[in-house]
């Protein structure tokens, strides 16, 4: 398992082969790569800046992590959240797993992001011209991590 | 008791500051107490942790979602609603 929390950026491809290089028992890898938009609620992003807590963010995603393979079969799993100046287009967080069969590693990927989040304690502020101002969270981020029991919260 | 209060993002520029480590008074010994002592300052902080605002409170790095027991050298982070991902 691993988990980071950096400014820089990372490689996908590298990840995503650190996974399954060394292990024949994977037979599937999915990967999640969120993005930074250029539009929120209507105003032109000019930069994201990410702020998190640190100590509690990594253990917080290796819990999430922990409870994913608790629920299905994980066999490796890599978090990776950038913190600090990022401009649109540029990748914000992947998280990859590495399961035996598809199903497993498309469910637990999902999870890991729907906690990640509701339960990470990242915050995002965007940069607009008309200022900057901090990310409201989203109801609909409740609700998605609520699909899986649990407050989400 | 002298416990560790740590603030983030929204809550940080608010309050102007990150951290403190204050002794807190006989008779404050539960999250509860804790939080009734920091809006008793009145401004920003009464506004900011009234009933029915939305902030978030970790316990030695763990969330909290109800009352608890605090003690010696806590840390106590309250901050807004997480936004990551």
């Given at each position: ?42 105003q ?28 299905w ?9 950038r ?33 990640l ?37 | ?85």
């Open positions: 398992m691993k988990i980071a929390v950096q400014s820089e950026a990372f490689d996908l491809n590298a990840e995503v082969a650190a996974l399954h290089q060394a292990n024949p028992k994977v037979g599937a890898v999915v990967s999640f790569l969120g993005l930074v938009r250029d539009i929120n609620e209507g032109g992003v000019s930069t994201l800046s990410l702020e998190h807590y640190p100590g509690m963010t990594e253990k917080a995603l290796a819990q999430i992590v922990e409870d994913a393979r608790q629920r079969e994980v066999l490796d799993a890599t978090v990776i959240h913190v600090g100046a990022l401009q649109p287009t540029e990748p914000i967080v992947l998280v990859a797993v590495a399961s035996g069969h598809r199903g497993d590693a498309f469910v637990a990927c999902e999870f890991i992001m729907d906690y989040k509701t339960r990470a304690p990242f915050w995002k502020k965007e940069a607009t011209a008309e200022g900057e101002h901090w990310v409201d969270a989203r109801e609909s981020d409740d609700r998605a991590a609520a699909r899986w029991g649990g407050s989400g919260k | 008791m002298n416990v560790r209060l740590l603030y983030f993002a929204r809550l940080r520029e608010v309050f102007a500051t990150g951290q403190e480590t204050p002794e807190l008074p006989p008779g404050i010994q539960t999250l509860a107490d804790l939080l009734d002592w920091l809006r008793q300052r009145g401004g920003v902080w009464a506004e900011e942790l009234a009933a029915g605002r939305a902030y978030r409170v970790a316990i030695n790095q763990d969330l909290i979602e109800q009352d608890a027991v605090l003690h010696e050298n806590d840390e106590i982070a309250l901050f807004p609603p997480v936004t990551g991902g």
